[in-house]
């Protein structure tokens, strides 16, 4: 049975650093998709951040290029979104995804771990 777990939420204040963690276990995670997703309150679930199978090829959403980075470790079963100069619009829940070859959405999902950035 597939577990996904996430790690390294908090409280930052404005400008600081965080680190999150996402590790995967029960399938082989290297033939996975990971991506980031992050649902702020009274809003929708947006896109962060995903990265390919062998970790080449990352897409970075728009509103946080240049300052958050998408990278995985496939001989730790971890993916990991390094958010650098956090603003109070990042304050949100971040949740880890897995989506397999050939799927259109994403099959499986953590519990989210919570950010806030404090002004």
């Known amino acids: 049975q597939a577990q996904v777990q996430e790690s390294g939420g908090g409280l930052v204040q404005t400008g600081g650093s965080l680190r999150l963690s996402c590790a995967a276990s029960g399938l082989p995670f290297s033939r996975y998709t990971m991506g980031w997703f992050r649902q702020a309150p009274g809003k929708e679930r947006e896109f962060v951040a995903d990265?390919?199978?062998?970790?080449?090829?990352?897409h970075i959403s728009g509103s946080v290029e240049g300052r958050f980075t998408i990278s995985r470790d496939n001989a730790k079963n971890t993916v990991y979104l390094q958010m650098n100069s956090l603003k109070p619009e990042d304050t949100a829940v971040y949740y880890c995804a897995l989506r397999g070859p050939g799927s259109t959405s994403y099959d499986y999902w953590g519990q989210g771990t919570q950010v806030t950035v404090s002004s």
């Open positions: 990265i390919n199978r062998s970790g080449g090829i990352a």
